[in-house]
């Protein structure tokens, strides 16, 4: 039997080598042109995340001062004329304070003195607080307005309207929420007429006057200007015994997104006149505006 001559050439296991090499090359070379193809900002995104939606900005403070040393003595000795009579330690102690126990002091800090004698009493408390919004939609203002307005609120003073005026000579008649038609604001010192209009010749049935009215002294619970960025006042006078009055003074002011209370109280005893008012609010507001002078250091 004749043997076939050598050829010179590959096997066919050498030849399925080279084949599966130079298939994986090209796929590899075409991978590679590819990803090299493809920048990465023509990345599509996805329609359905919509946009961004802004972060609202931090509120301006991000720590408390300390309170018990916030006021200074001068003050303390006008705001507790009791404390003078009593003993070095316990007139010590009184100028001192006792801080208010709080769980994070960044948050809300808070001091009281008092000084007590056998005809009358003063108690003095301050409170600041910090107010953080965690709504990243509402700032730290935003949300510190709102407690505020909630103290003021439930003190009983009305809130200052802040929507825009309405175009003068027309009605609004735009329905509120309880479905009532509402009427244009009337102008600060014009009386407004409530009630069918007369016909001619009769009488108004009846008319309300928007000014202060005669019994008005000045000194009742109010919006205080100048203070912080807004403030109020409070005045409240209660009896605490037969013979014994008492009167809160309350002064509330936010700057930014702090908050800041002060509370004088004096309490008489064995008298039958009442704390004077025009006083206790004239120490209450000096008071906070140094409070308020602190805040802007």
Request: proline content about 10%.
């Amino acid at each position: 039997m004749q043997r076939k001559r050598y050829a010179p050439g590959r096997t066919g296991s050498t030849a399925r080598t080279a084949v599966a090499l130079a298939l994986g090359l090209g796929l590899g070379a075409g991978l590679t042109a590819c990803s090299a193809g493809t920048p990465a900002d023509d990345i599509a995104v996805d329609a359905k995340a919509g946009p961004a939606v802004p972060v609202a900005p931090p509120g301006r403070y991000r720590t408390l001062f300390e309170p018990c040393g916030a006021v200074p003595q001068a003050s303390l000795k006008d705001l507790l004329p009791g404390a003078a009579a009593l003993p070095d330690a316990e007139r010590d102690k009184a100028y001192r304070g006792v801080a208010a126990v709080t769980y994070d002091t960044d948050r809300r800090v808070g001091c009281t003195w008092k000084a007590d004698t056998p005809d009358i009493s003063h108690r003095l408390s301050l409170d600041i607080e910090r107010v953080v919004s965690y709504d990243a939609a509402v700032s730290d203002d935003d949300r510190a307005q709102e407690v505020y307005v909630r103290k003021q609120l439930a003190a009983g003073i009305p809130v200052p309207p802040t929507a825009p005026p309405t175009p003068t000579g027309t009605a609004t008649g735009t329905p509120s929420a309880t479905g009532a038609p509402t009427t244009a604001a009337t102008p600060p010192g014009r009386p407004t007429t409530t009630g069918t209009p007369p016909a001619s010749g009769a009488p108004a049935t009846s008319t309300t006057a928007t000014g202060p009215t005669p019994a008005s002294t000045g000194l009742e619970p109010r919006v205080l200007d100048g203070l912080g960025e807004v403030a109020y006042i409070d005045d409240v006078l209660g009896t605490a015994g037969a013979n014994s009055h008492q009167r809160v003074v309350s002064v509330v002011f936010r700057t930014s997104n702090v908050i800041v209370t002060v509370s004088y109280r004096e309490q008489t005893a064995g008298s039958t006149e009442a704390p004077d008012s025009a006083e206790l609010q004239e120490k209450a507001r000096n008071l906070a505006r140094q409070l308020a002078e602190r805040l802007e250091e």
